[in-house]
């Protein structure tokens, strides 16, 4: 059951959206609908950015899968792997990485992640790296939801497992994510904001919307004034500790079009 702080999204002021700076927002089932970007959503983007709001996604895909969706949409960039990189647009038009590590520590990390990967496949039944892992660079993904099915309890023992290796780790809609470092999705949205735009973002997240759908996107919820999820984020309510403070009426790619239309509209667009 949705908390009665959480507010339908139709509810929000437009004058609460008219000073907003730009949007952060998850990629799979917040802009994605089964597995795709539909063209609602890359016109919401689009135009989005045409009224001068720079559109951030924040996703725990991996580097190499994002490195597509930052050259072929019209995001600003895209923070992958629960910010440990981000894909930005350099001089040439050319999208290229920026990490938060340096060579030496991914490297060394590298090994440490295959070891805990090897010992949760041999110790959860059924958990399997998740199928876009050969583009991961600074962290591992066992498949919970979107080609493996993994219920409640191994969810939470591959949890256990990365925590007990000293592992940060968090679930998604589709994937648990596990990766060793400081960096999490707020902190890559704050890196990529100031290497971008020469923001600090940490002093204007009341001018920042964040759109998510899942236990992964609670930092960034807690984090964010203007924080909402699509509707689909009620598939997680036994989960969430932490809400958005807003929820839309459709799901997926479509409750982020019922976001962008509400912000554009607020603006006269």
């Known amino acids: 059951m949705i908390p009665p702080s959480v507010e339908p999204w139709s509810r929000v002021d437009p004058k609460r959206l008219a000073g907003v700076l730009g949007v952060l927002t998850d990629v799979d089932d917040t802009l994605t ?12 983007l689009a135009a989005l950015g045409e009224a001068g709001l720079p559109v951030i996604a924040v996703t725990g895909r991996p580097m ?17 792997e629960n910010g440990a990189v981000a894909l930005v647009r350099n001089a040439a038009g050319e999208v290229e990485a920026d990490y938060a590590d340096p060579e030496d520590v991914r490297r060394a990390n590298a090994v440490r992640l295959r070891a805990v990967a090897e010992r949760i496949v041999a110790e959860v039944p059924g958990a399997t790296l998740a199928r876009d892992s050969a583009g991961r660079v600074t962290d591992i993904a066992i498949d919970h939801g979107e080609f493996a099915r993994l219920d409640a309890a191994r969810i939470a ?3 256990a497992i990365m ?13 648990v994510n596990g ?17 971008l735009l020469g923001r600090m973002l940490d002093g204007e997240r009341d001018a920042w919307v964040y759109v998510g759908d899942s236990t992964n996107d609670e930092l960034m919820f807690a984090a964010f004034p203007l924080s909402i999820g699509v509707a689909n984020i009620v598939a997680f309510a036994d989960r969430l500790q932490r809400w958005p403070r807003y929820v839309t009426s459709l799901d997926r790619g479509r409750g982020f079009i019922e976001v962008a239309e509400t912000i554009l509209a607020s603006r006269g667009q």
């Open 33 to 44: 609908t089964e597995g795709a970007i539909p063209m609602g959503v890359v016109a919401a």
């Open 64 to 80: 190499g899968w994002s490195r597509a969706i930052a050259a072929d949409t019209p995001l600003t960039a895209v923070v992958a």
């Open 157 to 159: 023992a591959v949890v």
């Open 163 to 175: 925590s007990s290796e000293g592992m940060n780790a968090t679930v998604s809609s589709i994937h």
């Open 179 to 195: 990766w060793y470092g400081a960096h999490t999705k707020l902190s890559g949205a704050a890196r990529v904001v100031q290497r």
